[in-house]
């Protein structure tokens, strides 16, 4: 293969740019030419091409967002628009792509690669919600965002003897409400994965009160309902101080995590040595810290599941 090209999509992650300079840096020690596409889908469809060079990644590992940018694109649905991606791809002698992105951007993956564009998928959403990977890219600094937050929190919570309800994000997904909540001592989780009665949380909440606690901290989920809601449904039964922090986008941006960075990296090189071997229509991970792959048919044949031994655990640990 001669020339590849790479793109973003969907929601950016902190690491994106660790991945994308992984790509461009790996193909080009090959000799292997490699073009930007700006703009995800979009930019495939605008033309919106670039050729890279190794100063393009420079000064770049260390940044949050995606500098490719990123565009919802749901018109690559149709086969008719695909097409004109892949004439674009196919005029600058383009023949293997790589696509990083969540599961959504997966799916223009797998299409494109069934219509000829060989294609690799690299994990990167801050969600962690994606089969056939341990961690997505952006999921670890995404997560210490929140911790810090919740640090934060505490201590404001604790001089009034507050309860906080921070919103996370997470539509499908509880990971980053589970992990924040356990790492940043929680005394609730709520995740979509799990039903939970508000009037057991208010419960819980007043049996701190009577044994002395100072503040408590729900981490919900904006995929269960917002932080504002748990607010008002919790005020159904009982009647405390309660404040509400929805942490919203913040939690997407910022510098990727020294973690975030050497997955990217790892990630981003493995996606073009599979391209060099011809191997395409395929995911990387990284699964009990191994380098992996998977179909995209693979990953889209199961659903993505919570670690419950974990959820059973920070339920266990917030008493
Ligand atoms: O990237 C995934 C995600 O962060 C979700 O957790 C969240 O619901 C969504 O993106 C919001 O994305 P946007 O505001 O960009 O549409």
């Known amino acids: 293969m ?3 090209a790479v793109l973003t999509s969907g929601g950016d992650a902190p690491g994106m740019n660790a991945a994308v300079r992984a790509v461009v840096r790996k193909a080009m020690y090959h000799d292997i030419e490699v073009y930007g596409v700006y703009q ?3 930019g495939l469809v605008t033309n919106n091409i670039h050729k ?3 100063g393009t990644v420079g000064d770049k590992i260390q ?6 940018q990123s565009a919802r694109c749901p018109e690559f649905k149709d086969p008719e628009v695909r097409q004109k991606g892949i004439d674009n791809l196919k005029q600058l002698g ?3 792509l790589v696509v990083v992105g969540g599961d959504g951007s997966y799916r223009g993956a797998q299409r494109l690669n069934e219509e000829g564009i060989k294609t ?8 962690n919600d994606i089969n056939g990977t341990d961690f997505t890219i952006g999921f670890d600094t995404a997560l210490n965002t929140i911790i810090e937050a919740i640090d934060k929190i505490r201590d404001t919570a604790s001089s009034h003897e507050r309860t906080f309800i921070v919103e996370v994000m997470g539509r499908d997904a509880g990971d980053l409400a ?10 609730t989780v709520l995740v979509p994965e799990h039903k939970k009665e508000i009037k057991e949380i208010a419960d819980k909440i007043q ?12 981490v919900v989920a904006e995929g269960v309902m917002s932080g504002h809601e748990c607010g008002e449904q919790l005020k159904k039964y009982i009647n405390v101080d309660t404040r509400i922090s929805v942490l919203g986008h913040m939690q997407r941006g910022g510098s990727p995590s020294g973690l975030d960075r050497v997955l990217a990296s790892r990630l981003g090189g493995y996606a073009v040595e599979l391209l060099m071997n011809d191997e395409t229509g395929l995911a990387v991970g990284i699964q009990n810290n191994k380098l992996s792959k998977t179909s995209f048919d693979d990953i889209f044949s199961a659903t993505h599941t919570l670690d419950e031994q974990m959820y059973a655990l920070s339920n266990e640990l917030s008493i």
């Open 2 to 4: 001669k020339k590849i």
């Open 52 to 54: 890279m060079a190794r």
């Open 178 to 187: 589970l992990w924040s909540g356990l790492a940043g001592g929680a005394e």
């Open 94 to 96: 383009i023949e293997g």
């Open 120 to 127: 690799i998928g690299i994990p990167g959403t801050i969600d």
């Open 40 to 42: 995800g889908y979009q």
């Open 63 to 68: 940044r949050g967002g995606t500098f490719l």
């Open 207 to 218: 049996q701190g009160i009577e044994r002395g606690k100072k503040h408590s901290i729900i």
